[in-house]
């Protein structure tokens, strides 16, 4: 039997879910958004001191490298929040995973605590990238993780502020305005956080 769709979950703006009976899982469900941007920031900023120092990269091409970084993680974010985190939960399993993965944050969106991955998955996801693409890139890597892992850390950023606070009186207003509109008119439409690019290229701009 089909579930719901997470287009139908309502937002509730005050209140948090607890998803684990026993308190210290709860509390590894939730982090304060400093910590995890501040592990990513770290992290990028040790890689690219790796490349300048030991890697025999130009820095031209890290440069280049960097920005491809940047640049693929927006595409990643993209296709992650419309495929994975929005997947129809046609299955009570895959209406379980789409729950804890993304639903609760569709039903409490103003819950600061989690919105963002807790630090240990935060640095097993760091890890794993730094494996993938070391297999995947060899040396280069070195310059095009940080790209993709700051690209991560504006995401986080950039969520954090939309649903924090009122809409801001700079250029951030725009992708406020866009990710509001995901959550509170049309959760089929702005899947781009971080930008709203590949909404233009894939047909899901409002």
């Given at each position: 039997m089909e579930q719901t769709h997470p287009s139908a979950i309502r937002p509730k703006h005050s209140g948090q879910k607890v998803l684990f009976q026993n308190p210290i899982l709860e509390k590894l469900t939730r982090t304060h958004i400093a910590i995890p941007i501040s592990m990513y920031i770290i992290f990028s900023i040790g890689l690219l001191y790796y490349a300048f120092t030991q890697a025999a990269l130009p820095a031209y091409l890290i440069g280049i490298l960097f920005l491809t970084g940047l640049l693929v993680f927006t595409l990643a974010e993209y296709l992650v929040h419309r495929y994975v985190f929005h997947l129809r939960p046609d299955t009570p399993a895959k209406a379980k995973f789409q729950y804890a993965v993304h639903g609760v944050h569709h039903e409490y969106p103003k819950?600061?605590?989690?919105?963002?991955?807790?630090?240990?998955?935060?640095?097993?996801?760091?890890?794993?990238?730094?494996?993938?693409?070391?297999?995947?890139?060899?040396?280069?890597?070195?310059?095009?993780?940080?790209?993709?892992?700051?690209?991560?850390?504006?995401?986080?950023?950039?969520?954090?502020?939309?649903?924090?606070?009122?809409?801001?009186?700079?250029?951030?207003?725009?992708?406020?305005?866009?990710?509001?509109?995901?959550?509170?008119?049309?959760?089929?439409?702005?899947?781009?956080?971080?930008?709203?690019?590949?909404?233009?290229?894939?047909?899901?701009?409002?």
């Open positions: 819950d600061k605590s989690r919105l963002a991955m807790p630090p240990i998955l935060s640095a097993l996801i760091a890890l794993g990238l730094l494996a993938l693409t070391q297999w995947a890139m060899g040396e280069y890597a070195y310059a095009f993780l940080p790209g993709f892992v700051m690209g991560y850390a504006g995401y986080l950023f950039v969520h954090y502020i939309t649903h924090a606070y009122a809409p801001p009186k700079n250029v951030f207003k725009v992708l406020w305005v866009h990710h509001s509109i995901h959550h509170y008119k049309s959760q089929d439409k702005a899947f781009g956080v971080s930008s709203p690019l590949w909404d233009y290229v894939f047909g899901t701009m409002p």
